[in-house]
């Protein structure tokens, strides 16, 4: 996926935070005993499939801003939209009592 930048270039991203926890499979590790490792992952839907970007934890940060930057777009992007759809109603409302 590639990420799309904003006019200050910060990133917007589309998708999930998550942290995978796995088992190496190694006998001696500790993940054997029941303390699995942990890896922080971006995911997100790409053609209706999940796909999983795995991060680095300095960057988990820059990601979760991201994620932030893309829900307070989209919120806007909501409001104006039914902003929009009541000034078409309204517009239309006056031209039916015309």
Same mark, same amino acid.
């Given at each position: 996926m590639q990420p799309i930048p904003?006019? !200050?270039?910060?990133?917007?991203? &589309? +998708?999930?935070l998550t942290v995978f926890k796995r088992r190496c499979g190694k006998a001696s590790c500790r993940c054997a005993n +029941? !303390? $699995?490792?942990?890896? $922080? =992952?971006?995911?997100?839907?790409?053609? +209706?499939?999940t796909k999983t970007v795995t991060l680095r $934890?300095?960057?988990?940060d820059e990601v979760a801003a991201a994620l932030a930057r893309y829900d307070t777009a989209r919120n806007d992007l909501d409001e104006a939209a039914t902003a929009g759809?009541? &000034?078409?109603? =309204?517009?239309?409302a006056r031209r039916s009592r015309s």
């Open positions: 904003t006019r !200050d270039n910060s990133l917007v991203l &589309k +998708g999930t +029941g !303390d $699995p490792h942990e890896s $922080p =992952a971006l995911t997100y839907t790409d053609s +209706g499939r $934890p300095d960057e988990v759809l009541s &000034k078409l109603r =309204a517009r239309r």
